[in-house]
């Protein structure tokens, strides 16, 4: 049966890169590619990282699939999701990630991708802030920015602005109760060009403490 899923999985993979989001819930296998979703204005395909697992969805107008798991092995891929990247994922019926594939690199040159969008902008709030990494701004110096150093000791620094003024700048070099370290660095480490990133915080003086990183990386998130 796993062998059977993984080379209708295969096929599947081939037939989406030019038609949206391919779901089958039947067998519980998705794919498409993040970029280009076909003439449907509602698909969506992507990943994100929260907390301790990974989480993968996918839509059209008419179906919906979704997957998670904190499998090291699939959280590690996240970083390769991009605009150039198709995404294929297998799930069981208790819905964990059976299995996660990222291709990326064949795009080429496109201009702008299809299907659903939602790229908000960076808005701080009390203990949170969000926003798309590309979304269009109204004044200078919004953003929503994450930087990791690793070295003898890993730290994380998160800083948001929004059109409000509103800005926020956390760090933490530990382990937090809702996310590790280490998965927060994995987090910062997969925000490109296009991501949608949500970072939370406590009230420590004189800087806040990050205590929870999220990151998409979705063909809606990307422009």
């Known amino acids: 049966m796993h062998l059977y899923r993984i080379l209708i999985a295969v096929v599947f993979c081939i037939a989406a890169v030019s038609a949206g989001a391919a779901i089958n819930n039947n067998?519980?296998?998705?794919?498409?590619?993040?970029?280009?979703?076909?003439?449907?204005?509602?698909?969506?395909?992507?990943?994100?990282?929260s907390g301790g697992g990974i989480s993968c969805f996918a839509a059209d107008s008419n179906n919906y699939a979704s997957c998670y798991t904190t499998d090291p092995k699939m959280k590690r891929l996240l970083p390769m999701i991009n605009k150039t990247s198709d995404i294929q994922f297998v799930w069981n019926a208790d819905g964990t990630c059976y299995s996660l594939g990222v291709t990326s690199g064949g795009l080429g040159g496109a201009t702008k991708g299809s299907g659903y969008k939602w790229a908000p902008e960076p808005i701080v709030g009390s203990g949170y802030a969000y926003g798309s990494v590309s979304a269009p701004v109204n004044r200078s110096g919004e953003s929503v920015r994450c930087n990791v150093a690793s070295g003898p000791v890993t730290q994380i620094v998160c800083s948001a602005q929004d059109n409000a003024g509103n800005k926020v700048m956390c760090s933490t070099a530990s382990d937090q109760p809702w996310q590790t370290l280490d998965d927060m660095a994995l987090?910062?480490?997969?925000?490109?060009?296009?991501?949608?990133?949500?970072?939370?915080?406590?009230?420590?003086?004189?800087?806040?403490?990050?205590?929870?990183?999220?990151?998409?990386?979705?063909?809606?998130?990307?422009?």
């Open 27 to 49: 067998i519980r296998i998705a794919n498409g590619p993040v970029y280009n979703q076909g003439g449907d204005p509602n698909a969506y395909i992507g990943c994100s990282l």
């Open 187 to 223: 987090a910062v480490s997969s925000i490109n060009e296009s991501s949608l990133v949500e970072f939370l915080f406590d009230s420590a003086a004189p800087t806040p403490t990050c205590t929870y990183i999220y990151v998409v990386n979705s063909s809606y998130s990307f422009p």
